[in-house]
């Protein structure tokens, strides 16, 4: 049985996604999760990018101890300083390289030649080898490279120092035949090809991401990698929780297993959603919700007499708890930090407590608390924006709406400087009503991008989850907010976004302080 591990990359390629922006808490607390799954490398951005996601790197390296952390770096010697700055100090810290190999990137992005090409990916991996004991390099774009150039940058590479070569379909274009014969070819026509671990990285373009990260398997990948529900640019990177689960049901096919926890699957997958407001499509593989629903009489029927007739992967195997023990008004504290455990969470006394009030305020006015509405309490507990960082709080909102009126919203914040601010505008509906209002408010300009809405759980009294994105004084920003009436969890949401921006100012003027 082969051991095959598994690079998450949630954090950077995931994080690339259209509209998603996570902030450093929440991008710690998932890489925690990730941890728990079991990833055996997280990459966990590209510190050269930004200040934002340098700190983000540093927290999670420092956070995160039985994950090997890596971040990501361009070939030039600064993002590597960047990286090393990010991560030194770590367990093991491992850097990422990358540089685009086919044709089309060297011609067109990089205007350089191949030669050049492979001398700046010998120079920059011998760079990282003086500080980094373990060094990835990318081939970017190596499925549409030339095969008999690949192995010779390859073979340079590893005589450079390289320890892990990834063969990215960067594109999604390549077919589980063709990504699998990359592989046997490289292992059978590179120099010391046996001394390095072969990656894949398969981008889901035309929805061969899973088996084409299958097919390098089979070809000689020991490394795969990927993002939970397959988020990520474009159409996405490839789905870990397909890759894994697909390892352990056809084990007797593929003859290799990752250490990954499979029971934490689900829960992983709730958490990148929540986190990043991009909902899982009721019918993707694993995790969806109707992943495990039988709807059809025959399969109900099948299924009553053998499971096994229609079903191949059984809830319990990635952690979905089939004991849907609810909670109600009367419920007590230790049930609910009995319920907090059983869902993996580890917050601390002041937390849980001010959680247990969220949860009595809400079971106070709807009838079953399901694991999902606590699920959603304990995360918004666990990634909130501490009080004090807070720039706006709301107050009050009123909406007054009627068929044939225009609506109208009052709403009462505490601003910035501690003075309560006390408006009310109108809109073309209640939501409109609410950010016309809010937009007054502020001291800056400010226009919503984006709006999104989620039940949680289900049932009528479901709580709303609302995901906005703003532009905030020429500042994009992403802002989530909860609560039982949709109206609220918009003008939360809206807040939350400018908050969050107040935050991150905040953080970067602590980071300068300390250097
Ligand atoms: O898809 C890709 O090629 C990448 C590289 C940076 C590895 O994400
Ligand atoms: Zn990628």
Redesign the pocket.
Known sequence: MRNIDIFD?TL??GEQSAGVNLNTIEKVELAKQLERLGANIIEAGFPAASKGDFEAVKKIGETVKNSSVTG?ARANLKDIDAVWGSLKGTAEPRL?V?LATSPIHMTYKLKMTPDEVIEKAVETVKYAKKFFPVVQW?A???SRTDKAFLVKIMNEVIKAGADVI?L????GYSTPQEYGELFRYVKENVYGVENIKLSA?C?DDLGMATANSLAAIENGADQV?GTINGIG?RAG?AALEEIAVALHIREDFYKAKTRLKLDETKKTSNLVSKLTGMKVPANKAVVGENAFAHESGIHQDGVLKEKTTYEIITPELIGVSTNRLVLGKHSGRHAFNNKAIELGFELSDQKLKEAFQTFKDLADKKKEVVDEDIFSILTNKQTEIKAVDEAYKLQSLQVQYGMNNIPTATISVTMEDGEVTHIASTGSGSVEAIYNTIEKMLPSQSKLLDYKIHSVGGGRDALAEVYVRIDYNGNVSNGRGTAQDVLEASARAYLNAVNRLSADKLEKQKAEASL
């Open positions: 990359t950077r390629d990501l990422h990358f990318s970017e774009d190596a990834n990215p379909d960067t594109v990285h981008h990698e640019e990177n």
